[in-house]
Nanobody, 118 residues
Framework: QVQLVESGGGLVQPGGSLRLSCEVS????????SGWYRQAPGKQRELVAT???????DYADSVKGRFTISRDNARDTVYLQMNSLKPEDTAVYYC????????????WGQGTLVTVSS
């Protein structure tokens, strides 16, 4: 089993920045893909960004150029740096870790709320 603990959410004004953290309960080298997802009220959960064990990143079009996903291998932590935040970024953000490919197994964090409002 893998546990994920997120932190860093909160209230921020439009144009502001936040950094989300996701601490993984075991060596991050055993995680194939780490990612951040979000779910806004009344909407389906959507992919925000992913990073592979090799450091390859991918982003949703809506956050490209504003968000950056990264990993700190020494701290077994995944980060999501969010800049130039917009009201439409308001959502609960979830950390995800794929720790088995065959069979596929994923772990999810409890979620952290990000609210972008003036």
């Amino acid at each position: 089993q893998v546990q994920l603990v997120e932190s860093g959410g909160g209230l921020v004004q439009p144009g502001g920045s936040l950094r989300l953290s996701c601490e993984v309960s075991r060596s991050i080298f055993s995680i194939y893909v780490s990612g951040w997802y979000r779910q806004a009220p009344g909407k389906q959960r959507e992919l925000v960004a992913t990073i592979t064990s090799g450091g390859v990143t991918d982003y949703a079009d809506s956050v490209k150029g504003r968000f950056t996903i990264s990993r700190d291998n020494a701290r077994d932590t995944v980060y999501l740096q969010m800049n130039s935040l917009k009201p439409e970024d308001t959502a609960v953000y979830y950390c995800n870790a794929r720790y088995s490919n065959y069979p596929r197994k994923d772990a999810w964090g409890q979620g952290t709320l990000v609210t972008v409002s003036s």
